[in-house]
Nanobody, 120 residues
């Protein structure tokens, strides 16, 4: 089964930058979408950004212009470059892979999460 390993979280000041990484145990093959979600205490888990196998990207309005999602298929890794960070970006960030396994079914996988804290 696919394993997702996240890294890159940490503590940063307002206006700073971080790059999150999501590495898969196997190749990103076929039709798939990789997304970053975030969940703060007491809040729902919200979609931050997503990228398809064809390179199509989508972003939450709250991060447009500040965050960039990208993928390196040769390294089996998806990145989330986060710039101009704000305290409201503080959250646990999770990587999610939706992988089409047949014409009838798509399987989903989650990473363990990585903490991002933005200080005022």
């Amino acid at each position: 089964q696919v394993q997702l390993v996240e890294s890159g979280g940490g503590l940063v000041q307002t206006g700073g930058s971080l790059r999150l990484s999501c590495a898969a145990s196997g190749s990103f093959r076929g039709e798939n979408t990789v997304a970053w979600y975030r969940q703060a205490p007491g809040k729902q888990r919200d979609l931050v950004a997503s990228i398809t196998n064809t390179g199509t990207t989508n972003y939450a309005d709250s991060v447009k212009g500040r965050f960039t999602i990208s993928r390196d298929n040769a390294k089996n890794t998806v990145y989330l470059q986060m710039n101009s960070l704000k305290p409201e970006d503080t959250s646990v960030y999770y990587c999610n892979l939706q992988l089409r396994v047949s014409i009838f079914q798509t399987n989903g996988y989650w990473g363990q999460g990585t903490q991002v804290t933005v200080s005022s």
